[in-house]
């Protein structure tokens, strides 16, 4: 493997998380269904062994993000409804275009479900009765929801908001992937094979996803003026097309679902593309 693909898999991806970025970059916008053969070898090229594979997958059916079907004699998996909603939901942060919040919303707490829902938002907690966030109002959550709005004393806004998120940690969270993959930008497209495409393109999404998980996607005045999300977001559009068309070649020619190969374009990855040719022109 190029040397350079190889060094963003040191040290190696979490099992289960590089199979969740493989579903959502690669299977989702192509029907949600994969050969488990697919899977090993593609987790084996980064050091993942096919015990582990399996045991993942075997805890994420357990979680209700897959379930098994058979063709023969061979294993296939496929999204559950649920699962391809959350995807689709995480997918509109990582591909597309979105304008940041301007304001808040503040959320009456009623279950456990809902807390843990929301926690894994990065919605703070105020207090034992409220949570608040910013106000993505195309995604309420099934609550009495609020909104909210700063209307005097915006200059404290950044201290409020600073205690109840870790601003430095997520900033540092983009720093470290614009660091990393910066230099990468600039290596010749030819360097590359349609697997070291796929891969590399793999360990962008992995790497720019678990940067956003870390983001609540705050209003913009409640954040440093230097906030690297932008920047970051940038980087990713100009990789992830770039390495795009070896990759899909790779991902037709050698991925298979139960009934054939997968499409090397579908119309949602071409809405992605589209979606983040805007992220470049903006």
């Known amino acids: 493997m190029n040397k350079n693909v190889s060094s963003f898999f040191v040290p190696g991806p979490r099992s289960a998380a590089f199979i969740v970025t493989i579903y959502g970059d690669i299977v989702e916008p192509r029907g949600g269904v994969l050969w488990i053969g697919n899977l090993i070898d593609l987790c084996s090229a980064v050091g993942l062994n096919e015990s582990l594979v399996r045991t993942s997958v075997s805890r994420l059916v357990n979680a209700g993000q897959l379930v098994g079907e058979r063709s023969g004699r061979q294993s296939f998996y496929r999204l559950t409804p649920k699962a391809q909603a959350e995807y689709r939901q995480m997918a509109m942060r990582v591909y597309h275009f979105r304008n940041a919040p301007k304001d808040w919303m503040i959320i009456a707490r009623s279950d456990v479900e809902m807390?843990?829902?929301?926690?894994?938002?990065?919605?703070?907690?105020?207090?034992?009765?409220?949570?608040?966030?910013?106000?993505?109002?195309?995604?309420?959550?099934?609550?009495?929801?609020?909104?909210?709005?700063?209307?005097?004393?915006?200059?404290?806004?950044?201290?409020?908001?600073?205690?109840?998120?870790?601003?430095?940690?997520?900033?540092?969270?983009?720093?470290?992937?614009?660091?990393?993959?910066?230099?990468?930008?600039?290596?010749?497209?030819?360097?590359?094979?349609?697997?070291?495409?796929?891969?590399?393109?793999l360990a962008v999404v992995h790497d720019y996803r678990l940067s956003l998980a870390n983001d609540p996607d705050l209003p913009r005045n409640s954040l440093p003026e230097d906030w690297p999300a932008d920047e970051a977001k940038k980087l990713f559009a100009r990789l992830y097309l770039r390495l795009s068309a070896e990759a899909e070649n790779f991902i037709h020619e050698n991925f298979k679902t139960n009934d054939g190969q997968l499409s090397r374009n579908t119309e949602l990855t071409d809405l992605r593309s589209a979606s983040l040719h805007k992220i470049l022109a903006n």
Not at 169 to 182: G, L, T, V
């Open 115 to 201: 807390d843990d829902c929301l926690k894994t938002r990065n919605f703070a907690v105020m207090n034992r009765n409220l949570l608040f966030g910013p106000n993505t109002s195309d995604d309420y959550p099934d609550a009495l929801v609020f909104e909210a709005k700063a209307i005097h004393g915006e200059q404290r806004l950044k201290k409020f908001v600073s205690t109840f998120w870790d601003i430095e940690k997520i900033a540092s969270c983009y720093h470290c992937f614009i660091q990393k993959y910066r230099a990468f930008e600039h290596m010749a497209p030819g360097n590359l094979s349609p697997l070291e495409s796929l891969l590399a393109r």
